[in-house]
């Protein structure tokens, strides 16, 4: 009898805690009976499920549909699946005896997927699922009882409470790896789709974005779109130095052998011949083992998923072979070759940072045989429903009721980058320490805002290092632009197109009517910061703002490198009196009593930037070697230093003031970070 079947009359929106009256429960025994009768005091049972059996093991299960009180708390409308484990040592395969549920039950019937119910015989369940679930994040949750608990007697919240403690006790915003499983994967549905027909249809893929877009998650996506198919994929991680140290005949090898691990179960490897793959036979071997596998496994095309491709990239990979030799070119050669050769046999989709690898016409002289031949397609940010839907879902599960305004300033701050949102939710739900759930407004927002900004704004850095390491053009286009020089900005556009349309790929900056802005606001506060000392338009208050600043920060830094080398060249006492006569009457008098350390401290001696000059000067040997060898130039910049610092509050001060200003301070502030690094 089918579980649908059971049901004469559908389920109610809203139910109460009771038991419907077609569910069959004879086959558990009387304690699981027992804590069923108590479930169904605060739960409506739907159905009594049957037995699942995974390897030696069996479990039984039941259906359950929440309450309003259930509803309200925890957002979950739809059934949840209930497993009993009579077992007295709980493993951790346990866990899949949902997802073999889920499976067998007819897929008209509504599951809340994201929760589960684990009663377990283990006397110690609820810390083994804690330890589990924090060695594997994206987990659902899975609120778990031990027998023993649930047959005593217990007070009226008890069940509420576990629940409670297990929905809200984890931060299922703080998702940093790749996702495997489809319980938090959001907004990606149709790239997928497209991908799996693009491959059924013969056709070979290119799949970029920066770090941290969700392009490994993707890449899992549609391996189990495809798993349910006649059509296998194999996963090749370019980064695996077990893969990109090998030569490009060894490499091919290799993706074989991958292969023939999915098939293991199935077919036994002895049937498969161990071609040779040598550089002369590699190609043909290749194409021989992929159409033996064909006829062996029966599949209608296999797709080849070459992820962090630009590890076996020319001129990018970090290994030399395939860095500078021909490897690249021979092992696209073959791929390509047995591909136009062979109807269905298989394809390609090639994924990435940096899509150099399709963009070069030429490697050492030879038409590169991927030229052209795949359209780089880049990951799209998230619109505001896909942000809605994403953080709406999972902040629902731990607590949080985000306000309906919220989601279009998350797409707007973050320019949709669902990694970024992630984090930024990740430190709201951080800062929440009320009852939940609770309702997320604009001030816990903007105080999970700043959070974020102060936490992690390294990953910037992190997400724009492939333009930082291999497209400086791109790097520098942002930088300008951050800094409002429009001007340099749309020149290296007009010279460089294709930088432009990398930016544009990447979800960066926006293009509207010939303007360009920052799609993400965090990348352009990044880039001021990393160099605001290069902003030009400024005005007279911004031109102070930073004279005073970086002067106030190295005169100090100064002031200490200057002690140091005095006196481990003429020892304290005597480069006590030498600075003492330096600062001459009154001061020398006034200080006279004062430990040669107190000089320089600001807040026991007035010792001063045009005092340094001098004491340097006069010791110059000492300092030759740290300070630039050039005398002349480094008292010329000292001067300029502190006659901008005296001088500009009189009177305005003119770009070309400012532009000397700088070289002057950067060329004292590169001295001293080489000295205080050492």
């Not at 039984?60 to 009579?86: G, H």
């Not at 110690?124 to 924090?134: A, F, R, V």
Request: proline letters at 4%; hydrophobic letters at 35%; aromatic letters at 12%.
């Amino acid at each position: 009898m089918s579980i649908n079947s059971i049901f004469k009359n559908p389920l109610p929106d809203a139910v109460d805690p009771g038991l419907h009256p077609d569910v069959n429960l004879s086959n558990f025994d009387e304690s699981e009976l027992k804590i069923i009768n108590k479930l169904k005091g605060e739960w409506y049972i739907t159905n009594g499920g049957t037995t699942i059996s995974l390897a030696r093991s069996n479990y039984k299960y039941l259906l359950m549909k929440p309450t309003s009180n259930y509803q309200e708390l925890f957002n979950i409308e739809r059934e949840i699946i209930v497993i009993f484990s009579n077992y007295s040592n709980f493993e951790p395969r346990t866990i899949d005896a949902f997802d073999a549920v889920s499976k067998s039950i007819s897929s008209d019937l509504r599951l809340e997927r994201v929760c589960g119910v684990l009663i377990s015989q283990d006397s110690s369940i609820e810390l083994k699922i804690k330890n589990l679930l924090k060695s594997d994040p994206e987990f659902q949750v899975i609120v778990p009882f031990s027998y023993s608990e649930l047959l005593n007697e217990y007070d009226s919240f008890f069940i509420r409470n576990k629940f409670r403690t297990h929905f809200y006790s984890r931060d299922l915003f703080d998702v940093r790896d790749p996702l495997k499983r489809d319980f938090y994967f959001f907004g990606r549905t149709d790239l997928i789709q497209e991908t799996v027909n693009r491959h059924k249809s013969g056709g070979t893929s290119g799949l970029f974005g920066l770090r941290k877009t969700g392009k490994t998650s993707i890449v899992f996506g549609i391996q189990r779109v495809l798993a349910n198919t006649k059509y296998s994929s194999v996963y090749i991680d370019c980064q695996d130095p077990s893969f990109h140290q090998k030569k490009w005949n060894k490499a091919l090898k290799y993706i074989i052998d991958e292969i023939k691990k999915t098939l293991m179960s199935t077919i036994s490897v002895s049937l498969i011949p161990d071609n040779g793959y040598t550089e002369e036979q590699a190609s043909q071997s290749f194409e021989k083992d992929l159409q033996t596998l064909k006829i062996l496994l029966e599949f209608e095309s296999i797709l080849l998923i070459f992820d962090e491709i630009e590890h076996i990239s020319y001129n990018i990979s970090a290994t030399s072979h395939w860095k500078e030799d021909n490897d690249f070119l021979f092992f696209w050669q073959t791929l390509r070759s047995v591909y136009q050769k062979n109807d269905n046999l298989f394809t390609y989709l090639i994924v990435g940072t940096n899509p150099t690898c399709v963009e070069v016409p030429t490697i050492n002289g030879v038409d590169n045989p991927i030229f052209n031949q795949i359209t780089p397609y880049y990951i799209p940010a998230f619109d505001v429903p896909q942000t809605r839907e994403m953080v709406r879902k999972i902040g629902r599960i731990v607590g949080l009721n985000f306000d309906e305004t919220l989601y279009a300033r998350l797409s707007d701050d973050f320019g949709g980058h669902p990694f970024l949102i992630r984090l930024v939710c990740s430190s709201i739900n951080q800062k929440v320490e009320e009852k939940r759930p609770v309702r997320i407004d604009k001030i816990f927002y903007d105080v999970g805002k700043n959070e974020f900004y102060t936490k992690y704004f390294t990953y910037i850095e992190m997400i724009l290092s492939v333009l930082k390491d291999h497209y400086s053009t791109e790097y520098d286009m942002l930088r300008h632009l951050a800094l409002g020089d429009i001007k340099k900005f749309e020149e290296l556009a007009s010279t460089s197109p294709i930088s432009t349309t990398h930016l544009l790929g990447y979800n960066i900056i926006d293009r509207n009517c010939g303007n360009y802005s920052f799609k993400i606001d965090l990348v352009k506060d990044y880039l001021l910061q990393q160099n605001k000392y290069q902003k030009i338009h400024m005005g007279h208050e911004e031109k102070l703002s930073e004279i005073s600043e970086r002067r106030n920060h190295i005169e100090p830094e100064l002031k200490k490198l200057t002690r140091n080398v005095l006196r481990s060249n003429l020892g304290e006492a005597a480069a006590q009196q030498y600075v003492l006569d330096i600062l001459g009457d009154p001061r020398k008098t006034k200080y006279f009593s004062k430990s040669y350390k107190e000089l320089f401290d600001p807040q026991v001696c007035d010792m001063y930037i045009s005092d340094l000059s001098k004491i340097i000067k006069k010791q110059w040997g000492y300092f030759s070697n740290l300070l630039g060898f050039n005398l002349d130039q480094f008292l010329n910049d000292i001067e300029i230093v502190n006659k901008y610092r005296n001088d500009a509050h009189a009177t305005p001060i003119s770009d070309d003031e400012m532009v000397i200003f700088r070289l002057s301070i950067s060329r004292i502030e590169n001295y001293i970070h080489e000295y205080f690094s050492d």
